[in-house]
């Protein structure tokens, strides 16, 4: 086994962050040195996460400071803009980015379909949690050139809305309800469209849940045949993706770090309809990303993961 790696996250305080701290407390491979939260430094974990088990406090060093430590690994758990000013100062470590900044410029990290080119990277974008679950449902058959057209309907549980109070992660609004939004243009349709080469339909809705993510994903296909054998194919040895025959729901996914994909029926008219489930917090955010971790320092792909 590799040697014990030291890492960081930055950002620990929001949800993805939370739950970062979280898998990466159980990891046998590594020492965390920091968690870093520009809006509670000090301040015991369990101030941001009630249900907090120990008495770990966020990290009182600025960026500069954990820079200065040159750990082996920073996380990026951090909103919008921040990873694009703060990657730079991190020159002597491999970096994760979890935001959208540096997707479409640093290597995509999704495993199923780049697992070697992730391994000999220096710095990740992790993929979104919408994306992962639409191109896991569609790669298998895109990559045989079977696809002519895919539209993918999502639904994600409100902590995908982050912490910051909006209509989308407020409790009383979704209550008994359902959000649609960002019906043509949601910022995950451009890292989809560009993994598989096509165009491609997306539309997401928040639902009364905390946790949890389900891709409804409809491919129009060439030919016909038994295409979950297809699925089957591609993602045997896959750790962190299961097949089944069975139309998958939260409960198959939360908590965990894998995603499931189920339902494969077909109406006789080319269309395919199959079901993508995952928790936005696990497979769709920090369990992606200590997955590209393992890749990148050399542990094993599932240590540390609650598969």
Same mark, same amino acid.
């Given at each position: 086994? @590799?040697?014990?790696?030291?890492?960081?996250?930055?950002?620990?305080?929001?949800?993805?962050?939370?739950?970062?701290?979280?898998?990466?407390?159980?990891?046998?491979?590594?020492?965390?040195?920091?968690?870093?939260?520009?809006?509670?430094?000090?301040?015991?974990?369990?101030?941001?996460?009630?249900?907090?088990? +120990?008495?770990? $406090?966020?990290?009182?060093?600025?960026?500069?400071?954990?820079?200065?430590?040159?750990?082996?690994?920073?996380?990026?758990?951090?909103?919008?803009?921040?990873?694009?000013?703060?990657?730079?100062?991190?020159?002597?470590?491999?970096?994760? %980015?979890?935001?959208?900044?540096?997707?479409?410029?640093?290597? &995509?990290?999704?495993? !199923?379909?780049?697992?070697?080119?992730? *391994?000999?990277? %220096? @710095?990740?974008?992790?993929?979104?949690? &919408?994306?992962?679950?639409?191109?896991?449902?569609?790669?298998?058959?895109?990559?045989?050139?079977?696809?002519?057209?895919?539209?993918?309907?999502?639904?994600?549980?409100?902590?995908?809305?982050?912490?910051?109070?909006?209509?989308?992660? %407020?409790?009383?609004?979704?209550?008994?309800?359902?959000?649609? &939004?960002?019906?043509? $243009?949601?910022?995950?349709?451009?890292?989809?469209?560009?993994?598989?080469?096509?165009?491609?339909?997306?539309?997401?809705?928040?639902?009364?849940?905390?946790?949890?993510?389900?891709?409804?994903?409809?491919?129009?296909?060439?030919?016909?045949?038994?295409?979950?054998?297809?699925?089957? !194919?591609? &993602?045997?040895?896959?750790?962190?993706?299961?097949?089944?025959?069975?139309?998958?729901?939260?409960?198959?996914?939360? +908590?965990?770090?894998?995603?499931?994909?189920?339902?494969?029926?077909?109406?006789?008219?080319?269309?395919?309809?199959?079901?993508? *489930?995952?928790?936005?917090?696990?497979?769709? *955010?920090?369990?992606?990303?200590?997955?590209?971790?393992?890749?990148?320092?050399?542990?094993?792909?599932?240590?540390?993961?609650?598969?």
């Amino acid at each position: 086994m @590799a040697s014990r790696k030291t890492v960081a996250v930055l950002g620990a305080s929001g949800y993805a962050g939370g739950e970062l701290a979280q898998i990466l407390r159980g990891h046998p491979g590594v020492e965390v040195v920091a968690l870093q939260s520009e809006s509670s430094p000090g301040k015991p974990l369990k101030t941001a996460f009630p249900d907090w088990q +120990g008495e770990e $406090r966020f990290s009182e060093k600025t960026p500069e400071q954990i820079a200065a430590l040159s750990p082996d690994l920073v996380f990026f758990a951090t909103s919008e803009g921040i990873a694009k000013r703060l990657a730079p100062l991190f020159t002597k470590s491999k970096l994760i %980015d979890l935001s959208r900044d540096w997707r479409g410029e640093w290597r &995509y990290g999704l495993p !199923e379909m780049f697992r070697g080119e992730i *391994a000999e990277a %220096d @710095a990740i974008a992790n993929p979104g949690c &919408y994306a992962t679950a639409c191109l896991l449902a569609a790669w298998p058959l895109v990559k045989e050139g079977l696809v002519e057209r895919a539209v993918f309907d999502g639904k994600s549980g409100y902590s995908g809305a982050g912490r910051k109070p909006n209509e989308r992660n %407020d409790p009383k609004v979704l209550a008994e309800n359902l959000l649609p &939004y960002h019906l043509t $243009r949601h910022a995950h349709v451009a890292e989809i469209e560009r993994a598989l080469g096509m165009m491609v339909h997306f539309t997401p809705h928040v639902v009364p849940a905390f946790r949890g993510l389900i891709v409804t994903a409809h491919l129009f296909v060439r030919g016909d045949g038994n295409f979950r054998e297809l699925y089957e !194919e591609a &993602y045997r040895g896959e750790p962190a993706v299961k097949v089944q025959e069975g139309i998958p729901d939260f409960r198959d996914i939360r +908590g965990k770090d894998r995603a499931v994909l189920g339902g494969f029926e077909s109406d006789g008219r080319g269309r395919l309809v199959v079901v993508s *489930a995952l928790d936005n917090l696990g497979k769709g *955010a920090a369990g992606q990303a200590v997955q590209n971790m393992n890749l990148l320092l050399g542990f094993p792909e599932t240590q540390g993961l609650r598969l």
